[in-house]
């Protein structure tokens, strides 16, 4: 035992890292509501610090809560962290919920079995460890496959976090095996105080990295906002003005032609009269949709003022 990292205090610390970062996300997620999986981590990383509480209070509480609960909930908030985790980067999560169910079920009767009928401080170490690596080790794999430069650098970032860390739950898992039995699990080695310290790292990573993200996103999207007209979803004039520059100075390096068409739509003003200013919004949109439809993977269409649009059509002849 390496002094001052007994397994009740590293217990106690992880209670505090994750009610903090729960507490912080839930709160993110409710200045920001687009950001609706923060809700999940947030819950999750709760619901996590409520097992550290509870094993943090063993031999002060019944096995029943410091034992059955803490262990179950601790599974369960791995669980939320990894579902919140694969909504956040657009990965589907339904076959993880499904393997995390089998694994809540599958383990429950065992720990009641090795608490309450023979106790056994080993089994329950070995089958919660494999448990969270098999969560650890597929979230890692699963995150791989999310396709968005912005988030590349975090979701690498986590994805070596889950991986290395489930490789050492899978590591405790034959230590524990191979190892004399544990008659007080908060006497227990080195390599179970290590375990707790990699939950740590994992919530301390995780929360920096989803959060970073959420920075970047937010940032990108404010940015399109700038670009981009609410009603047509077309470009604006801000984003017009960018865009021409470009095309002509990119058509006068290239000698190439460019051509600028401006259009509006006639008697709009009796559209808004007659049917309304909804009903006129609607024909701007379904406008602009059939412009976008018919122009090419280069063409640009802006919004140029209330009924007009402005297309930039790059190597097209006049004629």
Known sequence: M?????????????????????????????????????????????????????????????????????????????????????????????TFSHISNT?????????????????????????????????????AFRLKENKETINHQFVLILHVTFLLSGLFFLFRTFWTLSENNIENYMQAGIVHCIALIVLQLVIIITGFAVSWSASEQLARDLELQATIDYLTQTFNRRALEDLAKKEIAHAKREDSSLVIIIMDIDDFKIVNDEYGHVAGDQVLTEFSQRLKDNLREYDSISRYGGEEFLLLLPNTEAD
């Open 103 to 139: 694994l809540i079920i599958t383990m429950l009767p065992f720990f009641i079995y090795f608490t309450l009928v023979s106790e056994n401080t080993n089994i329950r170490i070995v089958i919660m460890s494999f448990f969270v690596s098999l969560q650890f080790i597929y979230i």
């Open 2 to 94: 390496i002094e001052g990292f007994d397994l009740r205090t590293l217990a106690l610390t992880n209670l505090l890292l994750g009610g903090v970062l729960g507490l912080g996300l839930l709160t993110f997620a409710r200045v920001h509501p687009i950001l609706l999986s923060f809700k999940r981590l947030g819950y999750g990383y709760l619901l996590l610090a409520l097992s550290f509480l509870f094993i943090g209070l063993r031999h002060y509480v019944d096995d029943w809560v410091s034992i059955i609960f803490a262990n179950l909930a601790l599974i369960i908030s791995i669980k939320i962290l990894g579902e919140g985790l694969l909504i956040f980067y657009k990965i589907n999560h339904q």
